[in-house]
């Protein structure tokens, strides 16, 4: 059982570069998110998605896209990569929504903009 | 807005001594709490949760309470092992049934020598 996949694990983008981090899960989930980490803080919601075909921002939405048009994929694009977009980002899928229903979290797409 | 605040790491203890992590948070209405556990080149999996005031979560002989009139959820273990090195995330759920996404503290990073 694959869990949340995250690829690539780490990648370094020129200034003005574009890219798509990519995350698929396995296990029928409903509910998808993508997060990022920044040295020294939290994790921030960039989107999430409820079901196929249907997303929303989260906290941090700007320079930033997604598209969900299967169960299973929950891609982000980054268009025109700028250095504060140098993090670490972190895809997580559930069920459905309450607190019963625990996140699975990929492990990771470290991201350097040069 | 809601934010936990967590203490800064990197916390340094000895196999088998005492650990006790601080978390604190803000919020409006009555968040779910949730400790999260990073390993080492893996994504988040959850350690505990708490879903009211008074309750306790445990897990792996880790232990934290939901303290309402502190605001606190403190993250405990008795005896740590060097397995036990590793980022941890205090963070809540905006809503009592689970809401729809988590704030994160920053993560404290614990390592247990020998």
């Known amino acids: 059982n694959a869990g949340v996949t995250q690829t690539p694990k780490f990648r370094i983008l020129k200034i003005g570069q574009s890219m798509t981090l990519q995350c698929t899960q396995d296990?029928?989930?409903?509910?998808m998110y993508w997060y990022r980490q920044d040295p020294g803080m939290g994790l921030k919601l960039i989107y999430y998605?409820?079901?196929?075909?249907?997303?929303d921002k989260g906290e941090v939405p700007n320079g930033y896209n997604v598209s969900r048009s299967t169960t299973e994929d929950f891609p982000l694009r980054l268009e025109l990569a700028a250095p504060s977009q140098t993090s670490v980002y972190f895809c997580a899928s559930r069920m459905g929504q309450g607190v019963v229903y625990g996140y699975t979290f990929g492990s990771g797409t470290r991201l350097t903009v040069v | 807005g809601d934010s936990v605040t967590q203490m800064e790491g990197p916390v340094t203890l000895s196999e088998e001594a005492f650990l006790t992590i601080n978390c604190t948070y803000t919020?409006?209405?009555?968040?779910?709490l949730f400790w999260y556990v990073q390993y080492p080149g893996e994504g988040l999996q959850l350690l505990l949760k708490?879903?009211?005031?008074?309750d306790k979560g445990s897990n792996k002989g880790f232990e934290a309470t939901y303290r309402k009139e502190t605001t606190s959820f403190h993250l405990e273990k008795g005896s740590v092992q060097v397995s036990d090195s590793a980022v941890y995330f205090c963070a809540l759920s905006d809503q009592a049934g689970g809401g729809n996404k988590l704030t994160f503290g920053t993560g404290t990073q614990l390592k247990v020598e020998l």
């Open positions: 708490a879903t009211k005031a008074d």
């Open positions: 998605s409820v079901g196929a075909g249907i997303t």
């Open positions: 296990m029928n989930h409903n509910y």
């Open positions: 919020a409006t209405g009555y968040p779910s």
